[in-house]
Each structure stands twice: as structure tokens, then as C-alpha cells.
Nanobody, 124 residues
Framework: QVQLVESGGGLVQAGGSLRLSCAAS????????VGWFRQAPGKERDFVAA????????YDADSVKGRFTISRDSAKNSVYLQMNSLKPEDTAVYYC?????????????????WGQGTQVTVSS
């Protein structure tokens, strides 16, 4: 059974930091590309960042470049999203997604497996 479990969300003041984790099970972790997406109330689900199956390639949305960093730890079957210099507009539910794709994908439709999401709230 495939499971992606996010954790690390919470309430933080603007300028603060959070580190999200995505623990994967039921998948061949070394073969999956993993992405982070976010969805604010009343808005579409947007791409945030992704990391290739081997960790060599990453891609960030323009809105988070220089502030967010995606990484992966094969020993823990986990992917992380370090979020620094948070802004109120970063407030959203953050989702981890994965699939067996050979290249980084930025569309939600390209990912088959999804976590339940974790809430991030940034106060001004």
C-alpha cells in the first residue's frame, strides 16, 4: 500500500522558517520523482518544488526561489521542504506527490500518488 505522509506544518510569523517532511512507503523510493504542491483556500493547487529520483536535479517555482529548498534522504525514504523567509502568501495546505517519472514534472496531473496534506499558516 502506497503512503505519503506529510508533517511539519504549523503556524509561524512572517520571516520565520518551517521544515516539511514527506515520508514514503510502499514505493521504490530510489525510483520516484517527488514534488511539493500547495493549495490556498479558493485557489488552484500550485507547484512549489520537485526533486528527481536520484536527487541530482531540483526545480523550484519562481515564487519560492531562493527561499525554499527541496531535498531527499534515501536512508529515511523521505523528502523535505525547507521553507525560509516565509510570507503570508505562503499560507496554504502543502501536499507531497510522487510518481515513477524519469524527469521533473510541475503539473499535478503528472503525479499519481499524493499525501493528505499539511497546513502551513504564516501570520503577518
Amino acid at each position: 500500500q502506497v503512503q505519503l505522509v506529510e508533517s511539519g506544518g504549523g503556524l509561524v510569523q512572517a520571516g520565520g522558517s518551517l521544515r516539511l517532511s514527506c515520508a514514503a512507503s510502499g514505493l521504490t523510493f530510489s525510483s520516484i520523482t517527488v514534488g511539493w504542491f500547495r493549495q490556498a483556500p479558493g485557489k488552484e493547487r500550485d507547484f512549489v518544488a520537485a526533486i528527481s529520483w536520484n536527487g541530482r536535479f531540483t526545480y523550484d517555482a519562481d515564487s519560492v526561489k531562493g527561499r525554499f529548498t527541496i531535498s531527499r534522504d534515501s536512508a529515511k525514504n523521505s523528502v523535505y521542504l525547507q521553507m525560509n523567509s516565509l510570507k503570508p502568501e505562503d499560507t496554504a495546505v502543502y501536499y507531497c506527490a510522487a510518481d515513477y517519472v524519469g524527469v521533473i514534472k510541475t503539473k499535478s496531473r503528472d503525479y499519481k500518488y499524493w499525501g493528505q496534506g499539511t497546513q502551513v499558516t504564516v501570520s503577518s
